[in-house]
């Protein structure tokens, strides 16, 4: 068998193989979507990625023979102290090429000062991150992974060892919700309370909002990272396609933004057969699609809420009242099924509700690694 070579992307054709090599490694999987490549094109680039202010990268490939067979990237951000990050992972069932990507990331990171090493994140935990270990035989919502089953064994013999877990829940809008659940939402809210849609007019400001929810809310959680005004801004304007003002709910106190949730149309669906490409007639397509709402699935990708709220009833019950607004919209337009998505394993507040809402248990679960680099 032919020696492996793992050397740094270089240029454009380099970077179309880097993001395309998952399509050939898992064309096998009828529950595989590819990602527009269009966007992983700009996602990685830091001409076009504010994110890339705070965090240098570098992305590898694996080659056999001249042919790539596996990829990886290392991540130093400087929001983060001592540990550093690898990701977009993919390769061939072959110990021997995760040995050689593994090897070549460390080294990379130990170069840049890192003792530790965490992931996947694809590019940071406010991205798409985590390895698929459980719920391979459903495709993947909008900004989650789908990993081949044999990664997670491959990673381990790496000498990584589990860090945390995400799950994700799936509700089915045609089902009832939980009695305790109910009895919540027929409960009459508190005079000051109001839950909102996203005002469109306001759509930078509302942003804004949701993003100061955000980063106040999940300050004290696991690995967070906040989100920087520039990304802010990349943010605001990469979702605005897909943003409906009907599925973005804020409630107020008194007046003040005080939780939130974002909703999505699951753009995997509507680009399952596209095999990564928008060119030349799929963009036409994608665009009827979202305006015509033939999407039968959604993803609540963001929830928060305010710290002061979090140890009180109120605070429990206002991811039920937006919630329940999901419920009520999604059923309106036809959409069947609602993942909600990812919940840390060490939020329990937000995996009992999760629970409750879909038969008891996540029917996903993604794994965050790290290894000590000596």
Known sequence: MSAIDVRPVEGKRDLDRFITLPQRLQAGDPNYVAPLTIERRESLSPAKNPL??????????????????GRISAQSDD????????GMLAAEDDPAVFAALFGAAEAWLKAKGRTEARGPFNLSINEECGLLVDGFDTPPMLFMPHDAPYV?????????AKAMDLFAYLHRTSEPFPKAIERIIERPRPPEVVVRHLDWKRYDAEIATVIDIFNDAWSENWGFVPFSPE????LAKSLKLLIDERLLWIVEVSGR???FGVGLPNLNEMIAEFDGKLLPFNWAKLIWRLKRMTYTSGRVALMGVRKEYSRSFLGRA????IFDEFRK??????????EMSWVLESNLPMRHMGEALSDGRAYKTYRLYAKALK
Request: hydrophobic share 40%; net charge neutral; aromatic share 12%.
């Open 52 to 69: 890339f202010k705070h965090v240098e990268a570098q992305f590898f490939l694996a080659w056999r023979g001249g042919e790539p067979v």
């Open 257 to 259: 933004p005080a939780a």
């Open 318 to 321: 206002m991811p039920i009242y």
């Open 329 to 338: 919209e999604g059923r309106r337009r036809g959409i069947e099924r609602v």
């Open 231 to 234: 990304e802010l801004d990349h």
């Open 79 to 86: 929001r983060v102290s001592d540990c550093g990050h690898f």
């Open 152 to 160: 997670a064994a491959r990673v381990g013999e790496q000498g990584y």
